[in-house]
């Protein structure tokens, strides 16, 4: 349910190597470092084969040098290719590997701002992850680094507004007219109703659940949030390729992700029927703005979606869903959809 930003093992494996001293790291201790994320679906022969080829990737492209045969340490290059990536200008004071992992890696794959000291400290407490992970799962809209007392009102409030809601609790109003009527039974009514759980459970075990579901993780506590999280966007990509200037000449299916980013957000600030506001258009609307704009138009729709999705993935442009979409015209809400793994979308982002 979470559109996370994918990390490349790589980059997790040079942030793990900021912390290292003068000596450098093992093989061996790199994997410990990483296995929970990167090496917990994997055999010992698998997983040591995919870190030591990132390893080879990373001193070709002169991000780590060899210390000794078997350690390796960061290079000034590969330092400050990873301290841009992770949006640091410099490593802050006494900040520890676990932290920058717990937070910055967290912030970066549920494309969060920044982290300062302050919003660091709050995405590092078990009531601010899970505030993230709820306004990213389900699209909430509060500012960054809210509450999780904040991110569960705007949610009940959504979810008591949906039309389907009622329905599905008219249907279980045999058992809810047995309860005391209160703000705790209201609101795991409502929760229970996200959760689907076989069982109803009181409202702040239901929340805690509805994260773990939402963040796909087995157990409820942080660090299984976390390594949850981590381990979904944790991908074996390449480094990036140097980037190359498009041609606007060039037919959309040969554009760069970089230059089709472009022109279709250039498409959807164009489009002015099918918004929500002013920061939303309706996916199936811009398509229709980039068939008048381009002749050599040679994609289908579903090619469309399919680089939509790459570049959200890349963080070239943002897209959204439409969570009521009951209240939006069907035509647009339809036509728009993009179902990738466990998320969906309606809409390009403008802001």
């Given at each position: 349910m979470l559109s996370l930003q994918p990390i490349p093992l790589s980059d997790l494996l040079l942030s793990r190597l900021l912390f290292a001293d003068t000596k450098g790291m093992t093989i061996s201790e790199l994997k410990a470092a990483?296995?929970?994320i990167a090496g917990s679906e994997l055999s010992n022969t698998a997983y040591t084969e995919q870190i030591e080829t990132t390893l080879t990737n990373l001193s070709?492209?002169?991000?780590t040098q060899p210390v000794s045969s078997s350690r390796h340490q960061l290079s000034g290059r590969g330092r400050q290719h990873i301290l841009d990536g992770?949006?640091?200008k410099t490593l802050p004071p006494r900040l520890q590997w676990k932290t920058l992992k717990n937070t910055d890696w967290i912030a970066y794959a549920l494309n969060l701002p920044a982290l300062s000291t302050e919003t660091r400290r709050r995405l590092a407490e078990a009531d601010g992850l899970r505030a993230a992970i709820l306004q990213q799962g389900f699209d909430l809209p509060i500012a960054?680094?809210?509450?999780?007392?904040?991110?569960?009102?705007?949610?009940?409030w959504q979810r008591l507004c949906n039309p389907q809601t009622a329905e599905n609790l008219q249907n279980q109003m045999p058992d809810l007219q047995q309860q005391a009527f209160n703000q705790g039974t209201v609101m795991a009514?409502?929760?229970n109703d996200l959760l689907q759980a076989p069982k109803p459970l009181p409202w702040d075990k239901a929340l805690s659940q509805l994260v773990a579901k939402v963040a796909q993780a087995k157990r409820t506590t942080p660090d299984e949030l976390r390594t949850a999280i981590l381990r979904q966007a944790?991908?074996?990509a390449a480094l990036p390729p140097p980037k190359t200037n498009a041609s606007h000449s060039a037919p959309i299916a040969a554009l760069s992700d970089e230059a089709f980013a472009e022109l279709t957000?250039?498409?959807?600030?164009?489009?002015?029927?099918g918004r929500l506001g002013d920061s939303k258009v309706f996916i199936s609307r811009v398509w229709a703005t980039l068939q008048q704009q381009r002749s050599d138009l040679t994609l289908t729709l579903e090619d469309f979606k399919q680089r939509l999705v790459t570049a959200n993935q890349q963080r070239r442009l943002d897209l959204s869903r439409a969570d009521l979409a009951y209240a939006l015209d069907a035509n647009d809400v339809s036509a728009s959809e993009i179902n990738h793994l466990n998320s969906t979308f309606h809409f390009i982002r403008l802001d």
């Open positions: 990483l296995k929970a070709e492209q002169d991000y992770l949006r640091l960054p680094f809210g509450t999780l007392t904040q991110a569960r009102n705007v949610l009940l009514a409502l929760l944790v991908t074996s957000l250039n498409a959807a600030k164009a489009t002015q029927d």
